[in-house]
């Protein structure tokens, strides 16, 4: 990461709920996380609660990994970068707390869609001060599943929810928004770029139908002063209840 002018960035976030960063990681720390993350696949996961992952349809193949942070000391120690919360204090309006560490893998071939939603129905926090960094270690193209995100929904607080009957993204709006696609922000990313998005941005993904993996890694911020939601709490806690672990 050099040469971000952090007050565009932070009017930029705040406009559209969603930036980009070119070369956020480099080349090498981009192979050191991959290299990474098929280690933990094939030597620790099967050690770890079940609640560590999400399987594609198929039942073996990773569609996400989850907490990461108390799992596996090389990526607590990425996501614990004084340069990250840097970074991040000005949008959180705090002191960033880690909030996660986490993967959406979308396989070749295989890997799922995820439905519109909001990261809060999720996170459940007030005041919304919670990001997501979501840094592409794959190449991330217009057919491989890449993030739309609705450039200023953010403003709109939390919309209404339904349990989504995702496995992994248990809970989505009610309704998708009506933006036309073409009216939304692609998250069309080299490896090592990264999107931040605001936890209220509406976002989703389309299945993977191609040959190319679309694999990213997501560090999740938020303020040291949020507080939970209790009635989005009670909202995710239903959605969950019917397709854990997320
Ligand atoms: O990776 C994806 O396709 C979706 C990720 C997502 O929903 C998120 O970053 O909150």
Redesign the pocket.
């Given at each position: 990461m050099h040469g971000v002018d952090s007050a565009q960035l932070r009017r930029d976030y705040q406009q559209d709920g969603v930036i980009r960063i070119r070369e956020f990681l480099s080349l090498s720390e981009v192979a050191a996380v991959r290299a990474e993350l098929d280690r933990y696949i094939r030597e620790d996961l099967a050690s770890r609660p079940a609640d560590a992952a999400t399987r594609e349809a198929d039942g073996t193949t990773v569609r996400n990994l989850w907490r990461l942070e108390q799992h596996c000391s090389f990526f607590r120690e990425l996501a614990d970068r004084q340069e990250i919360f840097d970074l991040v204090a000005p949008l959180l309006n705090g002191v960033p707390v880690l909030g996660g560490v986490e993967t959406?893998n979308?396989p070749a071939r295989i890997g799922s869609g995820?439905p519109y939603?909001q990261?809060n129905a999720y996170f459940c926090r007030t005041p919304p001060d919670m990001l997501?960094i979501?840094i592409a270690i794959d190449q991330v193209t217009a057919a491989n599943?890449p993030?739309f995100f609705v450039k200023g929904s953010h403003h709109g607080g939390v919309l209404p929810t339904k349990p989504s009957g995702v496995r992994g993204?248990s809970i989505g709006l009610t309704a998708p928004s009506e933006v036309p696609l073409a009216d939304q922000f692609c998250g069309l990313l080299n490896p090592g770029d990264a999107t931040i998005?605001h936890c209220n941005t509406i976002?989703h993904?389309a299945p993977n139908t191609t040959d190319a993996s679309r694999l990213?890694l997501?560090l999740v911020y938020h303020g040291q002063h949020v507080q939970t939601d209790p009635q989005l709490k009670a909202a995710y806690d239903v959605a969950v209840s019917l397709m854990p672990p997320a």
């Open positions: 959406f979308k995820v939603h990261d997501t979501w599943g993030i993204n998005h976002h993904s990213g997501l």
